[in-house]
């Protein structure tokens, strides 16, 4: 079992940055590949990045290439999101997510996929 805790979120000016963190529970946390979803209002969740158990394979959805990053500590049981030049359409709740299969090519993009998720954060993007 594991738990998922986002913290981070918040108000932000186009053009600006925020770090969302997801603390997690368990001793199993360093096996799991970790996500970041998003979804807007009257959207579909959606992955936005991925990293797998080492931190060696990544995935970024077309929209924030370039300009979010994911990060894991392993030791600290922590999952991170940088995200850079923020523009209004990121405006969503986040959620962090744990998928504990092993994976061809170290992650899915399947929502359904992934067996634990947080609470979720709201990041909110002004124009």
């Known amino acids: 079992q594991v738990q998922l805790v986002e913290s981070g979120g918040g108000l932000v000016q186009a053009g600006g940055s925020l770090t969302l963190s997801c603390a997690a529970s368990?001793?199993?946390?360093?096996?799991?590949?970790m996500g970041w979803f998003r979804q807007a209002p009257g959207k579909e969740r959606e992955l936005q990045a991925a990293i797998n158990w080492s931190g060696g394979s990544t995935y970024y959805a077309d929209s924030v290439k370039g300009r979010f990053t994911i990060s894991r500590n392993n030791a600290r049981n922590m999952v991170y999101l940088q995200m850079n030049s923020l523009k209004p359409e990121d405006t969503a709740v986040y959620y962090c997510?744990?998928?504990?299969?092993?994976?061809?090519?170290?992650?899915?993009?399947?929502?359904?996929?992934?067996?634990?998720w947080g609470q979720g954060t709201q990041v909110t993007v002004s124009s």
């Open positions: 368990g001793r199993t946390f360093s096996s799991y590949t």
């Open positions: 997510a744990a998928d504990h299969r092993p994976r061809l090519g170290g992650y899915t993009v399947v929502a359904d996929a992934y067996d634990y």
